[in-house]
């Protein structure tokens, strides 16, 4: 009966095309895109001497920009049109590609982690690879992080780079001034961020949707500039150099040591290799970010991570069934930072320098497109979205310098297809028995 049904909405007629409203449309969209396009793209400002600037203009890429978004525009236009009245079960779509990979989370889950742990064995892995491995690895724990505050918890966050920097300096200055290994700062950053997020959330308790937002994005802006002015202590725009790199139980990564202590190589009695270094931070990485995983994963099938979600959904509702947002608020904030600070910690120890031009709100703006658009409240989908947009920009120079752009371009893309995300599934976290359903 299926089939037959199937069947007979292929053989409807398709409707007639009416040209002129959708040329009218891509035309009025087309020439939106080239108006915001003249003064971004269109016209570049370059020195030419004596503290002069002159101006290069490129009406080329505004004509392309153009072109393209006419093209789009009527090419989606006439897919509505003529697909709009079909069944849409007939065919394979994103949404039932979406459907088929939310059945199978755990193998794709599984089938990931064993890839990322044998890629430094693999026969084409290299350092490139690995430190590109590295740095998706810190943004899928930032997105993780954050996800606890936006994805589940429902409270809209500009301003989470804070907590990595508030991470990645209580690092720095204990190693500096107190001598403290990665291994000892590392709980103590994600103390001191947590310690921010619930600073941060007292303030912002009856705040929802866009004042939320405005004052996240202040205070993210406030540590930044906090870091900056303060030079006595953060070091200002100089920032903070020499962090200690993590070490193996107190085995450094080095050619040499000082006497009577051994080196990583010299312990295992192998040949130096300065990729050992770049293996160990890719794994101690990979540890941190599948312990993030497990502990999201576990909390959110407990009280505090339901009542996350019904947060989420009502706070008036939330009120009702006598469930505290306050305690809730300030429980996300908190441990999301906390994932921030630990995140910070690392990216410190990575570099072995830090500066506040680090921590610009395009970190946060980073962090917050790899949520939305992998699925707020999907683990999966920041994986898959991480991986998307820290990657793309390695592909090539174009990519890197339009990569707001394209970032801009993916987030208007997903809203229209896939509104909740890429992968917008959630399981619930408890389920109701079928006999006490049935009875």
């Known amino acids: 009966m299926a089939a037959a049904s199937g069947l007979a909405v292929d053989k409807l007629p398709k409707p007639p095309v009416f040209w002129a409203p959708l040329v009218k449309d891509a035309a009025l969209a087309a020439l939106v895109a080239v108006l915001l396009s003249l003064p971004l793209v269109g016209l570049q400002t370059y020195d030419i001497?004596?503290?002069?600037?002159?101006?290069?203009?490129?009406?080329?890429?505004?004509?392309?920009?153009?072109?393209?978004?006419?093209?789009?525009?009527?090419?989606?236009?006439?897919?509505?049109?003529?697909?709009?009245?079909?069944?849409?079960?007939?065919?394979?779509?994103?949404?039932?590609?979406?459907?088929?990979?939310?059945?199978?989370?755990?193998?794709?889950?599984?089938?990931?982690?064993?890839?990322?742990?044998?890629?430094?064995?693999?026969?084409?892995?290299?350092?490139?690879?690995?430190?590109?491995?590295?740095?998706?690895?810190?943004?899928?724990?930032?997105?993780?992080?954050?996800?606890?505050?936006?994805?589940?918890?429902?409270?809209?966050?500009?301003?989470?780079?804070?907590?990595?920097?508030?991470?990645?300096?209580?690092?720095?200055?204990?190693?500096?001034?107190?001598?403290?290994?990665?291994?000892?700062?590392?709980?103590?950053?994600?103390?001191?961020?947590?310690?921010?997020?619930?600073?941060?959330?007292?303030?912002?308790?009856?705040?929802?949707?866009?004042?939320?937002?405005?004052v996240t994005l202040g205070f993210g802006e406030i540590i930044r500039i906090v870091l900056l002015n303060w030079a006595s202590v953060t070091g200002g725009p100089n920032g903070i150099s020499e962090i200690p790199r993590p070490s193996f139980f107190g085995l450094p990564f080095a050619r040499s040591a000082p006497e009577g202590v051994a080196t990583f190589h010299q312990f295992l009695g192998i040949e130096f290799s300065p990729e050992h270094r770049v293996v160990f931070l890719y794994f101690v990485i990979l540890a941190m970010a599948l312990v993030t995983n497990a502990f999201t994963l576990r909390i959110r099938r407990l009280p505090v991570g339901r009542a996350w979600e019904a947060l989420r959904e009502d706070e008036v509702a939330c009120r009702a069934l006598g469930i505290n947002p306050t305690t809730v608020k300030l429980s996300a904030f908190a441990i999301g930072a906390m994932f921030g600070g630990l995140a910070g910690c690392f990216f410190a120890a990575r570099q072995g320098f830090i500066?506040?031009?680090?921590?610009?709100?395009?970190?946060?703006?980073?962090?917050?497109?790899?949520?939305?658009?992998?699925?707020?409240?999907?683990?999966?989908?920041?994986?898959?979205?991480?991986?998307?947009?820290?990657?793309?920009?390695?592909?090539?120079?174009?990519?890197?310098?339009?990569?707001?752009?394209i970032f801009g371009a993916a987030m208007v893309g997903v809203m229209v297809w896939r509104p909740r995300g890429l992968i917008a599934h959630r399981e619930p976290t408890i389920r109701l028995d079928p006999y006490l359903a049935a009875r």
């Not at 009245?85 to 065919?91: K, L, Q, T």
């Not at 740095?135 to 994805?151: A, R, S």
């Not at 699925?375 to 947009?389: F, P």
């Open 49 to 214: 001497g004596g503290g002069a600037l002159g101006i290069r203009t490129h009406f080329d890429w505004v004509g392309v920009a153009g072109a393209v978004v006419f093209a789009g525009r009527l090419g989606l236009r006439l897919l509505h049109h003529l697909w709009g009245g079909r069944d849409r079960r007939a065919g394979p779509s994103l949404a039932r590609l979406a459907a088929w990979g939310n059945r199978q989370t755990l193998p794709i889950a599984l089938v990931g982690i064993g890839f990322a742990v044998a890629l430094p064995l693999l026969p084409f892995s290299s350092r490139y690879l690995i430190d590109l491995g590295t740095t998706v690895l810190i943004y899928v724990m930032l997105g993780w992080g954050l996800n606890i505050v936006v994805g589940l918890a429902g409270l809209l966050d500009l301003g989470y780079v804070a907590f990595y920097a508030v991470g990645a300096y209580t690092s720095a200055l204990l190693a500096r001034d107190l001598g403290f290994t990665f291994w000892e700062a590392l709980p103590f950053s994600g103390a001191v961020a947590a310690s921010f997020g619930i600073a941060l959330g007292f303030p912002v308790l009856r705040l929802r949707g866009d004042y939320l937002a405005i």
């Open 355 to 405: 500066s506040p031009e680090s921590f610009t709100f395009i970190e946060s703006a980073t962090i917050l497109a790899i949520v939305v658009l992998g699925g707020m409240g999907s683990q999966l989908g920041v994986v898959l979205a991480a991986i998307l947009l820290v990657s793309l920009p390695e592909f090539g120079r174009a990519f890197a310098e339009f990569r707001m752009l």
